[in-house]
């Protein structure tokens, strides 16, 4: 059974940064790709970072690249995600998610590949 520890979401101002942390339980660091989807209320799951993190190799989902950033930390099996110049529209519960294969990206339009999911940690961006 895998675990997340998600931390971050906060409630910021528009323009405004924020990191958020992934940590998982169950030795799925390095072998699986993990990163994070976001939802609202009312609408299906968006893919917004995901990172291969036996390789290091990320992908972005549409609108967030060159705003945010995905990384990974080998010494404590961590993936971050650095969210800069915040919009209000990125108002969502962020949720760390994990899978085998980042399927060069594919899995970020592919919700139900993901094998698990974190409970998610809330970021409200304010006008």
């Known amino acids: 059974q895998v675990q997340f520890v998600e931390l971050g979401g906060d409630s910021v101002q528009a323009g405004g940064s924020l990191r958020l942390s992934c940590l998982a339980s169950?030795?799925?660091?390095?072998?699986?790709?993990m990163g994070w989807f976001r939802q609202v209320p009312g609408k299906e799951y968006e893919g917004v970072a995901i990172v291969q993190t036996g390789t290091g190799n990320d992908y972005y989902g549409v609108d967030v690249s060159g705003r945010f950033t995905i990384s990974r930390d080998s010494t404590s099996e961590t993936v971050y995600l650095q969210m800069d110049r915040l919009k209000p529209e990125d108002t969502a519960l962020y949720v760390c998610?994990?899978?085998?294969?980042?399927?060069?990206?594919?899995?970020?339009?592919?919700?139900?590949?993901?094998?698990?999911w974190g409970q998610g940690t809330q970021v409200t961006v304010s006008t």
């Open positions: 998610a994990a899978a085998s294969r980042c399927q060069w990206g594919d899995l970020l339009q592919r919700p139900s590949d993901v094998e698990f």
């Open positions: 169950g030795s799925i660091y390095g072998r699986y790709c």
